[in-house]
């Protein structure tokens, strides 16, 4: 049998889709990654000029972020579903000594009164991020985020979505972490 250069390059298109198939298996066989790891970790909290978010509530500054006890930075929405079932979860941590703050998202400051009234308010100080800046800064995506803020300031750990709970005893011992 005896091979031309015209029928070799009729052989080019199945090699080229053998190659296409093989690369295709890699990617679909590789593993998911289902934890995304912030680029804020190991960093300091970014400089906040925020406006109170409540009432009854001083706002946050990124000095009472470095008073030298850990703490969580929770940024939730008066119109956030999920934050609503975070609520309780957040109010059992407050109730154990936890300092939290937070930063409401794209609000207004009687929406976050209503909200804080309806579901309890666990936070410290409150902060209105009106336009997401601080919120894109530190790297987070949505609502409901808590940060896990160590006594020098410091992002040590970052939950996306809902702390149930199950997260409690992880938050906890993140917590404990951020004290060392």
């Known amino acids: 049998m005896k091979f031309g250069k015209r029928s070799l390059i009729l052989w080019i298109p199945l090699i080229a889709y053998v190659i296409f198939l093989g690369v295709a298996s890699l990617g679909l066989n590789r593993e998911q990654q289902t934890v995304v790891q912030s680029r804020m970790i190991g960093k300091p909290v970014p400089p906040m000029d925020l406006p109170a978010g409540a009432s009854s509530r001083p706002t946050l500054s990124t000095k009472a972020m470095a008073d030298g006890q850990p703490r969580l930075l929770n940024i939730f929405a008066s119109w956030c579903v999920p934050c609503i079932a975070e609520a309780p979860v957040l109010l059992q ?88």
């Open 93 to 180: 941590l407050a109730q154990r000594g936890v300092p939290i703050d937070g930063v409401a998202i794209r609000d207004a400051r009687a929406d976050v009164d209503d909200f804080l009234t309806r579901h309890g308010n666990p936070y410290q100080r409150i902060g209105l991020d009106e336009r997401s800046a601080l919120q894109f800064y530190m790297g987070s995506s949505g609502v409901p985020e808590t940060f896990v803020v160590d006594g020098k300031g410091i992002i040590r750990y970052q939950h996306i979505g809902v702390i149930g709970p199950q997260d409690v005893d992880m938050i906890l011992a993140k917590l404990r972490e951020a004290r060392s």
